[in-house]
C-alpha cells in the first residue's frame, strides 16, 4: 500500500538534540513495532494521526496536540527491554493508549479494513464519554475518546 498519507522516507529528520528538547512536560510514549511504515500508516489511517519523519528505524508521529515516536524492534537490541521484547507474545498488555479528539465511531469503522481489530465498538459511557478500543496489527490498544453529547 504506497500512496502519498506518509511523508517520503527519510525526508526531513530532525536533529535529535533539537527534538529532545523541544519535548515538554508531560507523558512521552515510545511504542516498538515490527514494522514501522505498517505502524504509521495504521495509525494515519484510523486515528486521524500525522506523520511528522519517518524512517525504518523510527518515526515521529503527532494527532490532536500529542507527540509519540515509534521504534523499530532491532533499534533496542542493545536496550535494558531487549529481553523483556524478544519474550512477549503481545505487546502493552493492560495499557490503552487514550487519544483524545479522535472519533471512535470513524477510527472503529477503520480499524479492521486496515489490518487492527476491534476489541469494543464506539459506546457512550458512564463516565461522560463515548470510546471504542481497538487493537492495531503490533497489538497495543488505541482508545479513540470524545465527549458523549449525550445526542446518540
Same mark, same amino acid.
Given at each position: 500500500?504506497?500512496?502519498?498519507?506518509?511523508p /517520503?522516507?527519510g525526508?526531513?529528520? /530532525?536533529?535529535?538534540?533539537?527534538?529532545?528538547?523541544s519535548?515538554?512536560?508531560?507523558?512521552?510514549l515510545?511504542?516498538?513495532v515490527r514494522?514501522?511504515e505498517?505502524?504509521?500508516?495504521w495509525?494515519?489511517?484510523?486515528l486521524?494521526?500525522?506523520?511528522?519523519?519517518?524512517?525504518?528505524?523510527?518515526?515521529?508521529?503527532?494527532?490532536?496536540?500529542?507527540?509519540?515516536?515509534?521504534?523499530?524492534?532491532?533499534?533496542y537490541?542493545?536496550?535494558?527491554?531487549?529481553?523483556?521484547?524478544?519474550?512477549?507474545?503481545?505487546?502493552?498488555?493492560?495499557?490503552e493508549l487514550?487519544?483524545y479528539?479522535?472519533?471512535?465511531?470513524?477510527?472503529?469503522?477503520? %480499524?479492521? /479494513?486496515?489490518?487492527?481489530?476491534?476489541?469494543a465498538? %464506539?459506546?457512550?459511557?458512564?463516565?461522560?464519554?463515548?470510546?471504542?478500543?481497538?487493537?492495531?496489527?503490533?497489538?497495543?490498544?488505541w482508545?479513540?475518546?470524545?465527549?458523549?453529547?449525550?445526542?446518540?
Open positions: 500500500m504506497k500512496d502519498d498519507i506518509l /517520503p522516507e525526508v526531513g529528520r /530532525p536533529d535529535p538534540v533539537a527534538f529532545g528538547r519535548l515538554g512536560p508531560g507523558l512521552g515510545n511504542l516498538l514494522d514501522v505498517a505502524a504509521a500508516r495509525q494515519v489511517s484510523v486521524g494521526a500525522s506523520v511528522r519523519y519517518w524512517d525504518r528505524d523510527f518515526a515521529i508521529v503527532e494527532a490532536y496536540g500529542s507527540v509519540w515516536m515509534l521504534h523499530h524492534d532491532r533499534t537490541r542493545n536496550h535494558a527491554l531487549t529481553g523483556v521484547i524478544n519474550g512477549a507474545e503481545g505487546r502493552g498488555p493492560g495499557v487514550r487519544l479528539g479522535c472519533d471512535p465511531d470513524r477510527a472503529a469503522e477503520r %480499524a479492521e /479494513p486496515t489490518g487492527g481489530f476491534v476489541l465498538g %464506539a459506546a457512550d459511557k458512564p463516565h461522560g464519554a463515548r470510546e471504542a478500543f481497538l487493537i492495531d496489527p503490533e497489538g497495543y490498544c482508545v479513540p475518546t470524545v465527549p458523549d453529547t449525550d445526542q446518540r
